[in-house]
C-alpha cells in the first residue's frame, strides 16, 4: 500500500491563526480524503480532495474555513483557517488506490489555544 | 446522525482468548465494511474487509461476520495478543458513495497478559 507523509505532525497555534496541513503519497493514487478526529470522537469526513478542481465537502463544512487543494495525484493540502479552540483535533488525510479500502497517514494533531 | 455504531467503548480480554468487538449500522445501503486498528499517535490502518455478498472473510487471526439482515457486523480477533491493545474502528462504505467512509465511534481493547 502507498505510504503517506503529513506535516507538520503536531503544532499548537493561537485562535484566528491558518494552519496549512500538508499530505504526500509516494506514488499516484485515485482518491484522497480528510478526516477530522475531536477528542473522543470518531473520525469524520471533512472532504475528499478532487485533482485539478474543487474539493468535495461533507455536510457542516465548508470551503471557507477548510480550503483544500490537490494539484496533483501524490499531494494534497489542508488549511484550518480562523481557527477556535473547537478546532483541536487530529486531522488525518487518506487514500484509495481505487477500491474501498482507505490507508491512512499519521495525522496532525492541532492544538489551538 | 451516526450511522455507524460501536456501542462498547471497551474491552478488556486475556491473552490467548478471544476478542469479540461488535458494529451495527443503519443505512441500508453500506454494502463494503473494514474494520480499522489504531495505536495512540498513528494513523488507523486497515485491518480486514467485507463485501455485503460474503457473510465471513477470514485472514490469519481475524475474522469478520457480516448480518446483513440484522445489520450487525463482529470482528473476532484470536488469539488474542498484547500487540492488539489498539482502538479498533469499525467503518462502512455504499458503492454508490464514492468510497466514502462512515466511521464508528471505536472500541478501546486492552490485552492482560
Known amino acids: 500500500s502507498a505510504v503517506i507523509s503529513q506535516k507538520p505532525s503536531r503544532d499548537i497555534c493561537q485562535r484566528g491563526t491558518s494552519l496549512t496541513i500538508q499530505c504526500q503519497v509516494d506514488s499516484q493514487v485515485t482518491m484522497m480524503f480528510w478526516y477530522r478526529q475531536q477528542p473522543g470522537q470518531s473520525l469524520t469526513l471533512i472532504a475528499t480532495?478532487?485533482?485539478?478542481?474543487?474539493?468535495?465537502?461533507e455536510s457542516g463544512f465548508v470551503i471557507d474555513k477548510f480550503p483544500i487543494s490537490r494539484p496533483n495525484l501524490t499531494f494534497s493540502t489542508l488549511t484550518v483557517s480562523n481557527m477556535s479552540p473547537e478546532d483541536s483535533s487530529i486531522y488525518l488525510c487518506?487514500?484509495?488506490?481505487?477500491?474501498?479500502?482507505?490507508?491512512f497517514g499519521p495525522g496532525t494533531r492541532l492544538t489551538v489555544t | 446522525d451516526q450511522q455507524v455504531k460501536q456501542n462498547s467503548p471497551s474491552l478488556s480480554v486475556q491473552e490467548g482468548r478471544i476478542s469479540i468487538l461488535n458494529c451495527d449500522y443503519t443505512?441500508?445501503?453500506?454494502?463494503?465494511f473494514l474494520w480499522y486498528k489504531k495505536y495512540p499517535a498513528e494513523g488507523p490502518t486497515f485491518l480486514i474487509s467485507i463485501s455485503s455478498i460474503k457473510d465471513k472473510n477470514e485472514d490469519g487471526r481475524f475474522t469478520v461476520f457480516l448480518n446483513k439482515s440484522a445489520k450487525h457486523l463482529s470482528l473476532h480477533i484470536v488469539p488474542s495478543q498484547p500487540g492488539d491493545s489498539a482502538v479498533y474502528f469499525c467503518a462502512a462504505s455504499a458503492i454508490s458513495g464514492d468510497y466514502k467512509l462512515s466511521f464508528g465511534a471505536g472500541t478501546t481493547v486492552t490485552v492482560r497478559a
Open positions: 480532495a478532487n485533482q485539478g478542481s474543487e474539493a468535495t465537502y
Open positions: 443505512n441500508s445501503m453500506f454494502d463494503y
Open positions: 487518506s487514500v484509495s488506490e481505487g477500491g474501498f479500502e482507505q490507508y
